[in-house]
């Protein structure tokens, strides 16, 4: 955690940033209790029917990311308008431009290569949070629109394959992917590529089956069924994670008002010298 100055030039207060390191609040369960996710080290994936909530989940864990010390944020945004807002805090930000969306995974995919060379000759398996190496959040609104509904089949295939690269290779790199759909089919998430995600999180969906592509072949049956969730519980959503049961929370909302002030004070902070992360003041892009 980084302790700044109490003002920029501009007069902004500033305190002390947060960290990917620490768990995320995302909400709170069936008992009231509050929710927090460990993303380092993990990716999620939401999904379920249009207007079930995942664009809350994603923009809270952006917002989070973006008020972070030593952190890149990666934003892919088809609509442009779910996280739009950020834009401004992001330091990568594509609209519905698969060929931009292309390299700019291609870009991550060659920064994880290069700091897996770096662990290796220093015979370490992950980047650590001493290490002064920002971590990078990808967040993807949404998965359909940048592989099955823009461009041709070749570069669909290649946006797959990549984002494939990332999630599954990414995490010991500090490379955290966070990706939505609000078509929760094999053909958009394959579950070879499904499984890779340590986090995953059904909004309401109209089968069961869509509800099992996204937290796993069975749980249905055991009785977690997103299809139980009803229309007029917006946020609401079964969660999993690696080796763990489904658990009912409530996403915690936040209004295009409170993601405004999120971007502005997060565009302050970022520009604070004080507030830079070391590679940056260094003249590095790490």
Request: proline share 5%.
């Amino acid at each position: 955690m980084t302790t700044v100055k109490t003002h920029t030039a501009a007069g902004v207060p500033i305190g002390p940033m947060l960290s990917m390191y620490d768990p995320i609040f995302i909400g709170i369960d069936e008992m009231r209790q509050p929710v927090y996710l460990p993303l380092i080290y993990r990716n999620i994936l939401a999904a379920g029917e249009p207007g079930g909530g995942k664009s809350g989940l994603i923009q809270c864990i952006a917002c989070h990311a973006a008020l972070c010390d030593r952190t890149r944020l990666v934003l892919l945004d088809g609509k442009q308008v779910e996280l739009g807002m950020l834009a401004p805090a992001a330091d990568k930000f594509v609209g519905p431009d698969i060929d931009e969306a292309i390299i700019t995974l291609r870009r991550l995919q060659q920064v994880m290569n290069n700091r897996y060379t770096w662990l290796t000759a220093r015979r370490r398996r992950k980047i650590d949070q001493y290490d002064n190496v920002n971590v990078i959040v990808a967040v993807i609104d949404e998965i359909a629109y940048f592989s099955a509904t823009v461009g041709d089949e070749r570069q669909q295939r290649e946006f797959i394959a990549l984002l494939r690269d990332l999630v599954a290779r990414g995490r010991a790199a500090g490379i955290i992917v966070i990706a939505a759909t609000q078509r929760p089919s094999v053909d958009i998430i394959p579950k070879s590529m499904r499984d890779l995600f340590g986090y995953r999180a059904a909004f309401r969906c109209t089968s069961s089956g869509s509800s099992d592509i996204i937290l796993g072949d069975g749980w249905s049956g055991s009785g977690y069924s997103a299809t139980d969730i009803t229309p007029t519980s917006q946020g609401v959503c079964y969660l999993i994670a690696e080796g763990g049961t489904p658990r009912k929370i409530k996403v915690a909302y936040l209004t295009d008002s409170d993601i405004a002030h999120i971007a502005d004070y997060a565009v302050a902070i970022r520009r604070t010298p004080q507030t830079r992360p070391y590679a940056d003041r260094q003249g590095v892009a790490a």
